[in-house]
């Protein structure tokens, strides 16, 4: 996936801070924020969705999940978040690379469509 922008970023040829990075995955800030505390929790191994890793590499997907019970209270995520990922037209995925959204950091709206 040589135009993919989150394999770039994960492979260092797109420079972004990780706030958290393992052999598989990266966290990272998501560039426009849609709450005070916004991450992306991006597996390294390109699949365009969670429903894709799910049926490709069921592994990967616990493991990020995984990633973010060991590691929310480090992200600031301590009073709760919102677990979010966008699956193609409709949903409105405009990266086309799995990515976990993790809102949080201030209380959040009850409406989440
Ligand atoms: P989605 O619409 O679910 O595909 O989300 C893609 C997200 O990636 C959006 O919230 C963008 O703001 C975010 N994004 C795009 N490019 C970057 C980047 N270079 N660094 C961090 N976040 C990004």
Same mark, same amino acid.
């Given at each position: 996936?040589?135009?993919?922008?989150?394999?770039?970023?994960?492979?260092?040829?797109? $420079?972004?801070?990780?706030?958290?990075?393992?052999?598989? @995955?990266?966290? #990272?800030?998501?560039?426009? $924020?849609?709450?005070?505390?916004?991450?992306?929790?991006? $597996?390294?191994? =390109?699949? @365009?969705?969670?429903?894709?890793?799910?049926? %490709?590499? $069921?592994?990967?997907?616990?493991?990020?999940?995984?990633?973010?019970?060991?590691?929310?209270?480090?992200?600031?995520?301590?009073?709760?978040?919102? +677990?979010? @990922?966008?699956?193609?037209?409709?949903?409105?995925?405009?990266?086309?690379? #799995? =990515? +976990?959204?993790?809102?949080?950091?201030? %209380?959040?709206?009850?409406?989440?469509?």
């Amino acid at each position: 996936m040589n135009d993919c922008i989150f394999c770039k970023i994960a492979n260092g040829e797109i $420079p972004s801070k990780f706030y958290y990075e393992d052999e598989k @995955t990266i966290i #990272i800030r998501d560039i426009a $924020p849609q709450a005070k505390l916004h991450y992306l929790v991006i $597996p390294k191994e =390109h699949y @365009t969705d969670i429903t894709e890793l799910a049926d %490709k590499n $069921p592994d990967l997907l616990q493991h990020l999940f995984t990633v973010i019970a060991e590691k929310k209270e480090e992200l600031g995520l301590t009073n709760g978040f919102r +677990v979010i @990922t966008n699956i193609g037209e409709d949903g409105c995925q405009s990266v086309k690379h #799995i =990515h +976990v959204h993790l809102l949080g950091g201030e %209380k959040l709206s009850e409406k989440m469509g």
